[in-house]
Structures are given as C-alpha cells and as structure tokens.
C-alpha cells in the first residue's frame, strides 16, 4: 500500500485541501482519497503535487514498510 | 463537486424518465397493437348504436404518460439551464446520445470511479439479461411486459449507478481495493434485481390467467341467469353477454 505526508505537508503550507486542488489541477475528493490512502495517483500528479509542496516526490510516497520519509 | 450536482444525481433522473415511459409504453403497445392486430375491435354495435371499446388502462395512461413526459422535459431542462449557468465552460448538452452526463470524468479519479462502477454495471448486464431472455422465451404474455423487463434492467442500471457514486462522494469507498472479487459470484445488487425481474415476469401473466378466469365465470353466472329466466343467451365479439328475450 502507499503511504504519503500529503496532509502533513499540505498543513504546514496552511492549503485547504480545496487550494491544493485547485494549484494541481484536480478535485478537492481526489486529494481527500490520496491523503486517506484510498487512491494511487498517477507520476504526473504526484510530481504535481510534490511540486507544490516543495518536496520530491519520494519524499512524498513511500510504499508500506519502508518508513516515514518526512524529516 | 458536490453530492447535490446535477451530474451525481442525473441517474435519479434518468430513472424519473424510465418510470414515465413505462406508463407511457403501456398506451403506446396498446394503441398499435390495436391498430396493427383489431382495430374492428375497437367499435362494437347494440342496435343501431356504434360505441367505442374503449380500454381505459391504456388510454389513461397514453394521457398520464403524455402529460408526465411533459412535465419532466420542463423541469428538466430548467435544472440542465441553471446547472449550465452556474458552471460556464463545463456546458452539458440538452441530450446523452453521445456521452451520458452521468459519466464523471473531471481527473484521475473520477475517471477510476467511473470505470469501477461501469465495470459493475457490465456485470449486472452479462448476469441479468440471460435471465431475463430465459423468461421471454418462456413466457407466452403481452409485449409490454417484455418493455417493462428491459425498463426495469435499465433502472437497476441507473440505481447502481447512482449506489455507486453516492458512495464515493461520500467517502465510503475503498479505491485501495478496486479489482472484482471472483469468488462472490453474485453481488447482493444483481441478486435482488434479478428476483424483482422474475416476480413482475411471473406476476404479470399470473394475472391476466386470474383475470380470464374471473371473467369466465362471470360469464357463466350471466348465462346461467339468463337461461333460468327463460332468456335466450349471446356472446358478443366484446366478451359480453346478451340477454334476449325468444
């Protein structure tokens, strides 16, 4: 399963998940899904989001037994 | 989006329209076989008088159906109008024949809902129509049922469908776990869908059998009665019975 800070991060920039949305160009569910865990987004929309976020996108996901990325 | 768009709830609608057609359908069958199979069945003579037979079942709803149909295009395309209005550069067009409004596809992920629930709806279709193609072979009964049976498959459709993606947009699906379980061979859905579709397949000429035998004997009590009184007695084309005197 792929895990992710995508809430952590998207706090620390104070977005709503709305505005973060809206700055990578989807809807404010598919951020909820992604930051719930529930839904894989694509290579484009996760260097999308990591774009906005200020991170790399392995930063951002990591896959299930390999750790919190985060520092 | 919200749960309230005009998009997420457009099954209900399609299901409002279904559920028009059936009652239209019914004058409509009626009609045309008439036209086509009795039309001299429509007129019956008493004496000098011509009366029309009329079957009123069908001609109110030919009325109902016309006025309800009506009334659902208004309204209809008050709500597309304002939707259109409210969401400038995302128009929807008056008519679905090209792509259903219902088909959500604003990124990613609603293209992967849409085709998990499309995937459903596929599943209903390859377990319900042997089923229902099994009672139209079988069933010696008026076309319209066999309208109706399709109608009630394209609102189990619509009601998954719409099931689905309330679901979604309420939170309550698992995207983690989109594959079809192979070993559940029915879901509950298509279960049910296919029991309702049996009992109206079975109900229908379960009642017109109740209902020629009724008439039945209630042409026989006529008859009877008529010969005690020392009547003479007539089956008319109509199904009638006429008393008359020697």
Same mark, same amino acid.
């Given at each position: 399963? %792929?895990? *992710?800070? #995508?809430?952590?991060? $998207?706090?620390?920039?104070? !977005?709503?998940?709305?505005? %973060?949305? *809206?700055? #990578?160009?989807?809807? $404010?569910?598919?951020?909820? !899904?992604?930051?719930?865990?529930?839904?894989?987004?694509?290579?484009?929309?996760?260097?999308?989001?990591?774009?906005?976020?200020?991170?790399?996108?392995?930063?951002?996901?990591?896959?299930?037994?390999?750790?919190?990325?985060?520092? | 989006?919200?749960?309230?768009?005009?998009?997420?709830?457009?099954?209900?609608?399609?299901?409002?329209?279904?559920?028009?057609?059936?009652?239209?359908?019914?004058?409509?069958?009626?009609?045309?076989?008439?036209?086509?199979?009795?039309?001299?069945?429509?007129?019956?003579?008493?004496?000098?008088?011509?009366?029309?037979?009329?079957?009123?079942?069908?001609?109110?709803?030919?009325?109902?159906?016309?006025?309800?149909?009506?009334?659902?295009?208004?309204?209809?395309?008050?709500?597309?109008?304002?939707?259109?209005?409210?969401?400038?550069?995302?128009?929807?067009?008056?008519?679905?024949?090209?792509?259903?409004?219902?088909?959500?596809?604003?990124?990613?992920?609603?293209?992967?809902?849409?085709?998990?629930?499309?995937?459903?709806?596929?599943?209903?279709?390859?377990?319900?129509?042997?089923?229902?193609?099994?009672?139209?072979?079988?069933?010696?009964?008026?076309?319209?049922?066999?309208?109706?049976?399709?109608?009630?498959?394209?609102?189990?459709?619509?009601?998954?469908?719409?099931?689905?993606?309330?679901?979604?947009?309420?939170?309550?699906?698992?995207?983690?776990?989109?594959?079809?379980?192979?070993?559940?061979?029915?879901?509950?859905?298509?279960?049910?869908?296919?029991?309702?579709?049996?009992?109206?397949?079975?109900?229908?000429?379960?009642?017109?059998?109740?209902?020629?035998?009724?008439?039945?004997?209630?042409?026989?009590?006529?008859?009877?009665?008529?010969?005690?009184?020392?009547?003479?007695?007539?089956?008319?084309?109509?199904?009638?019975?006429?008393?008359?005197?020697?």
């Amino acid at each position: 399963m %792929l895990h *992710n800070c #995508v809430k952590e991060l $998207r706090a620390r920039y104070s !977005f709503s998940q709305t505005e %973060l949305a *809206n700055r #990578v160009g989807v809807t $404010r569910q598919t951020i909820g !899904f992604i930051e719930k865990g529930d839904f894989s987004p694509s290579i484009t929309l996760s260097l999308k989001i990591a774009q906005e976020l200020n991170v790399s996108v392995d930063e951002l996901f990591w896959l299930e037994g390999e750790g919190y990325n985060e520092e | 989006m919200k749960n309230d768009d005009f998009r997420v709830q457009f099954p209900l609608w399609n299901i409002a329209l279904l559920l028009i057609l059936t009652i239209w359908s019914y004058g409509v069958v009626y009609a045309i076989d008439l036209a086509v199979s009795d039309f001299e069945g429509v007129f019956y003579t008493t004496g000098q008088q011509v009366y029309v037979n009329w079957h009123m079942p069908s001609v109110l709803s030919l009325i109902i159906g016309q006025l309800a149909l009506i009334a659902f295009f208004i309204i209809y395309f008050i709500k597309l109008r304002q939707y259109n209005k409210n969401n400038p550069g995302n128009e929807l067009r008056p008519f679905t024949f090209l792509k259903p409004h219902e088909l959500l596809e604003d990124d990613e992920l609603f293209r992967q809902i849409t085709e998990r629930t499309t995937k459903k709806i596929y599943i209903l279709y390859a377990q319900a129509i042997p089923v229902v193609i099994f009672l139209i072979m079988f069933l010696p009964t008026h076309r319209f049922l066999y309208i109706a049976l399709l109608i009630g498959l394209l609102i189990a459709h619509n009601a998954l469908y719409f099931w689905e993606i309330r679901k979604f947009m309420n939170g309550k699906t698992q995207l983690s776990h989109t594959s079809i379980n192979a070993k559940k061979r029915l879901s509950k859905f298509t279960l049910v869908t296919i029991a309702i579709i049996t009992f109206f397949a079975l109900a229908f000429p379960t009642y017109q059998v109740v209902q020629i035998q009724t008439n039945q004997e209630r042409m026989f009590e006529q008859f009877e009665r008529c010969l005690e009184d020392g009547h003479e007695a007539i089956l008319t084309e109509d199904s009638t019975v006429n008393c008359s005197k020697d």
